[in-house]
C-alpha cells in the first residue's frame, strides 16, 4: 500500500526556517520522481519542488535559492527544506509522487499518489 506521510509544518517569523519530511512507504523512493507542492486558501496548487529518480531537481521561481529539496534513500524520505521563509510561503504543503509523462515535474497533473498535507505559516 502506497503511503506518502508529511511532518514538519509549523508556524514560524519572516525570515525562518523550516524543513518538512515526507516519508514513504510502498515504493522506493528513488525510483519515482517526487516532488513539493503546496496550495494556500482560494488559489490553485502549485509545484515548489522536484526531485527525479536521477537526482535532478526543479523550483519555481518564487523559492529558488530558499529551498532545497533532497531525498535520504536509506530512509525513503523526501525532504524540503525552507529557508528565508515569507508569508507568501503559507499554505499547505503536500508530498507527491509520480513518473513524469508531460515533461513538467512541477504540474500536480504528473502526479499519482499524494499526502495528506502539513501546514505553513509564515508571519510577517
Known amino acids: 500500500q502506497v503511503q506518502l506521510v508529511e511532518s514538519g509544518g509549523g508556524s514560524v517569523q519572516s525570515g525562518g526556517s523550516l524543513r518538512l519530511s515526507c516519508v514513504v512507504s510502498?515504493?522506493?523512493?528513488?525510483?519515482?520522481?517526487m516532488a513539493w507542492f503546496r496550495q494556500a486558501p482560494g488559489k490553485e496548487r502549485e509545484g515548489v519542488a522536484a526531485?527525479?529518480?536521477?537526482?535532478?531537481?526543479s523550483y519555481a521561481e518564487r523559492v529558488k535559492g530558499r529551498f532545497t529539496i533532497s531525498r535520504d534513500n536509506a530512509e525513503n524520505t523526501v525532504y524540503l527544506q525552507m529557508s528565508s521563509l515569507k508569508a507568501e510561503d503559507s499554505a499547505m504543503y503536500y508530498c507527491?509522487?509520480?513518473?513524469?509523462?508531460?515533461?513538467?515535474?512541477?504540474?500536480?497533473?504528473?502526479?499519482?499518489?499524494w499526502g495528506q498535507g502539513t501546514q505553513v505559516t509564515v508571519s510577517s
Open positions: 507527491a509522487a509520480g513518473r513524469i509523462r508531460f515533461g513538467d515535474p512541477l504540474n500536480p497533473d504528473e502526479y499519482n499518489f
Open positions: 510502498g515504493f522506493i523512493v528513488s525510483d519515482e520522481t
Open positions: 526531485i527525479d529518480s536521477t537526482g535532478f531537481t
